[in-house]
């Protein structure tokens, strides 16, 4: 589970125990603001310590990722590092059945989400935060800005070609559909099966929150479509 930013623990609760409730056991990668801002030493460690659990941790299969928000960028950082020795890291990407996407941000959406994340409830401060969060993707091409556009495009070119679930709302500024379309049109060009659902109006990253039923029929459908269910040894979704 790729978490959003400063996702608290007990919001990361409710995603879990869908898994658990079904036997999987579930891993969570989170990252901090400060990880965000500085990649090399942030979220590429972050990165190549997820890598190296699942290479040492064979018996972890099928692999399902759900990811929201800012965990689409951290999963561009994993495959950034998995596509420099194809390999050595098959036998990892091999073992996923299927990935999920909830309100996923593109780099474009920085600006937006870090101060958002930050001061939830504080205009002024999300103001302040926006205008450094900019001098800073400027002020440090380098150091962070580069990085982030390398795996904006591993996001988007993807070496992860399993069957993907996209949730979106129309008045989310953090994950808008116009970039999740986009991602979506590059991985059906792949050949890759996407689905994409968008409401008119949900919450960034809270969309099971705001239609819990229809979010788990839609989830429960393309894990069972994907092989995810049957492997696991849940043979319909009515046990569910």
């Known amino acids: 589970m790729m978490a959003w930013l400063l996702a608290k ?10 898994y658990t409730e079904l036997g999987f056991d579930v891993m969570v990668v ?5 990880q965000l801002l500085w990649p090399v030493k942030g979220t590429q460690v972050v990165a190549s310590e997820t890598i190296k659990f699942l290479e040492n941790n064979k018996s972890y299969a099928p692999i399902v990722v759900h990811g929201f ?39 474009t959406e920085i600006p937006v989400g870090l ?30 800005t580069i990085h982030y ?20 709302s129309d008045n989310d500024p953090i994950g ?17 099966k996407v689905t994409f659902k968008c409401w008119k109006k949900s919450q960034h990253a809270a969309h099971m929150i705001k239609h819990r039923d229809e979010y788990l029929d839609i989830l429960y459908k393309h894990l069972e479509e994907c092989g995810v269910l049957e492997a696991i040894g849940v043979k319909t979704r009515a046990k569910l």
């Open 9 to 18: 623990q007990k919001h990361l609760k409710k995603y879990a125990e869908i």
């Open 30 to 34: 989170h990252i901090t603001p400060w």
């Open 69 to 107: 928000s800012v965990g689409a960028y951290q999963m561009g950082e994993i495959m950034l590092q998995m596509s420099r020795d194809m390999e050595r890291y098959k036998q990892i990407l091999d073992r996923f059945a299927c990935q999920i996407w909830d309100s996923a941000a593109d780099i």
């Open 115 to 144: 101060p958002k994340s930050i001061f939830p409830k504080n205009l002024s401060m999300q103001n302040a935060l926006r205008n450094y969060t900019l001098y800073h993707l400027k002020t440090f091409h380098n150091q962070a």
């Open 149 to 168: 556009m390398r795996s904006s495009q591993m996001f988007h070119s993807t070496i992860l070609k399993q069957p993907a679930l996209f949730f979106v």
């Open 176 to 192: 808008p559909p116009s970039s999740n379309q986009a991602v979506r049109e590059n991985w059906e060009r792949a050949n890759i």
